[in-house]
């Protein structure tokens, strides 16, 4: 069974950058396509961006191109992501997601298996 602990975000002006991690263990990260998502208070989750295993195809929501990346670094089993020139709409409790069964689309959270316990990133205006 796959574990996932995110960490780092927090609290950020808008303009600034934050960095999240998501560790993962219990299978081979280099299976496992892995994803981000947010959800706002009062909305429902969205998809952010998605990694392909291997980490050579990345996925994003339109809202986040250009300003967030997300990467992979296989030795440590760890999903990066870097969100730069935030917005304070991009206030929200951010979660990694994985799954080993590729589906067809890195948006929908029906895709993956495995959820990390989220991280709240607070953007102020």
């Known amino acids: 069974q796959v574990q996932l602990v995110e960490s780092g975000g927090g609290l950020v002006q808008a303009g600034g950058s934050l960095r999240l991690s998501c560790a993962a263990s219990g299978r081979t990260f280099s299976n496992l396509h892995m994803g981000w998502f947010r959800q706002a208070p009062g909305k429902e989750r969205e998809f952010v961006s998605g990694?392909?295993?291997?980490?050579?195809?990345?996925y994003y929501a339109d809202s986040v191109k250009g300003r967030f990346n997300i990467s992979t670094d296989n030795t440590k089993n760890m999903v990066y992501r870097q969100m730069n020139s935030l917005k304070p709409e991009g206030t929200a409790v951010y979660s990694c997601a994985a799954t080993e069964l590729y589906t067809g689309s890195y948006v929908d959270t029906r895709q993956y298996s495995v959820w990390g316990q989220g991280t709240q990133d607070t953007v102020s205006s």
């Open positions: 990694i392909r295993r291997g980490g050579d195809t990345q």
